[in-house]
């Protein structure tokens, strides 16, 4: 067995590294040398228009040179333009150990020559240790020949030298296999998987030739030394889809097989221990598969205790049957994705990524609570508001809000929002916080809400400052709202003739009139001009009838009522001793 290489002494390595950046996925290191003022890494290749994301992880941080990086030298055609480089961005995925991402847009295709550079000075320090180089375009492809430094192709130096040196074994890991359409172990340790009736396919980021695909029959990649029996603690991680559920007879799909075997089917996950056919002992955790649809899966022991997980959440750590002795998992569990013994029907109809086998036992982090605050504290009723939690902890994080201790339907998020309050959402309010590892539980905050009691607009508080009643949408009843008269005519809340011209200000504005500006008494106006023609002012509310006297106390009808016309009207009369006086009178 190979697994005492374990105890190499390296500076440890982050498990984030090696799964998510592709650190570590070939068994070579690809070294620059300088021999000149500069030194180069350069691959020649075709470059078609589109986008590209350029990734490199080396154990150089680039400084000054990143800017500039990648060049491209000897277009072919010459005047082709260089593609347009994006944000360059770098972060420490390990000790010492640095990622470099940007995204290309090239405009125009070409042949030449890819170049990454480094002239020795500032920060840069030669020789540079390349664990991998690529560029790939928008469909995820890898344009580069060789990119993890397999073997010797594509690659030259210019303006320096390059040579490879093996990599050293991850002290972190028992075996890692990425499926680069092989099923290497990119770990360092060399155990490599035999596959049969296995074939490479797009893996759990879309890529091409990054995942196992099993055949639901025969397909099997066999385990050929003794990781799980020689670890007296691990994390077996790795990714399936399910194409199928057709294991008979009860639509099993293996996941590892063999003695000890974990298979899985539309509604359950059951670790069967080495001690299944005699003792009847296994592990059952609930949780629903959908075909199509890719699922982190997590065998986990530590010393005796075993637990799975399944997206991050432990679905079960106990065994299923107390009264019998704890399972175990040996050597004879030597399969990913086929029973091996037995009835070979459950073979995964699926695909695998990205396995990894930590020989550490993952530990869950229950919930830690940083702080829970409201966007606004008082918040105006009608206005929004948002309370959010920032909380830390191992796998997925769930929530449950709480207001007056009593729970909030549909608040499952790290932010509770409300688009527009009302007084109801004042009050108390915690929130729950919960992982496969524990439960949290807030501190409180009393959030308090400006009333608008009311519903005229006007929060109360407005409404004591201006005088006007709170308990009423229009205090002067003017037929002007409160809030009409303070937000859109400027109007005083409690008169109802704001400009005095003894017209209210609800029926000025409804028959077009200025209510901050003196019109006309509520009696209409009468004008003589030269004896001759009457000229009055109206409003459209109102019935009028026109009367003429000789004396002032016998009033005669002129003509027959009308309604008021919202505006100036005028008429011609003769004028005699008996219509010496005139008046217009109001009939409603």
Known sequence: MKTNKLGLVMAAMLIAGYSQTGFGQSDRILVLQQTSGYARVAQDGQFNAGNYTFKMVCNSNFVPEKDQLPEFFNKNPSNASDPEKKAYTTKEIANGIYEHTRKLVFTQSFSGTFVVSAIGQGSTKLPIEFYSISLKNSSGNEILKNSTFKNDEGWKADGGAISYKKKPANPDYAAMYYFNGNAEDSSGHEIHLTASNVTYGKGRNNEPNSAAVFNGNNSQLKINDNIFGGLDKFTASFWVKFDS???????????????????????????????????????????????????????????SQFMIAVDDKVVVDSWDRPDKPDGKIDSNSEYFGYFGVGNGGYTLDGSIDDILISNKAKVFQPPTITSISPSANPV???????????????????????????VISGATSAVYTVAEVDETHGGKYKVEVSNSAGVKMSSVITITINPDTDNDGLLDYEEIDLGSNIYKTDTDDDGLGDYQEYHEYNTNLTNPDTDGDCLDDGDEVANGFNPLVKDASSDGELFINKAVGLEFFTLKPNRYQLQYSSDLSIWENANSPFTGVGGYSKIYRDVDSNTKYWRLKILN
């Open 245 to 303: 559920f057709r294991g008979q007879p009860n639509e099993w799909s293996t996941l590892i097989g063999g003695k000890a075997s974990l298979m899985a089917d539309k509604n359950r996950i059951v670790f069967f221990a080495d001690n299944y056919a005699s003792q009847g002992q296994k592990m059952t955790g609930y949780h629903i598969f959908n075909t199509g649809k890719w699922y982190k899966i997590e065998l986990i022991k530590d010393s």
């Open 380 to 406: 105006d009723e009608w206005k929004s508001l948002s309370v959010t939690v920032v909380a830390t902890g191992s796998g997925k994080l769930n929530y449950k809000w709480y207001r007056n201790n009593k």
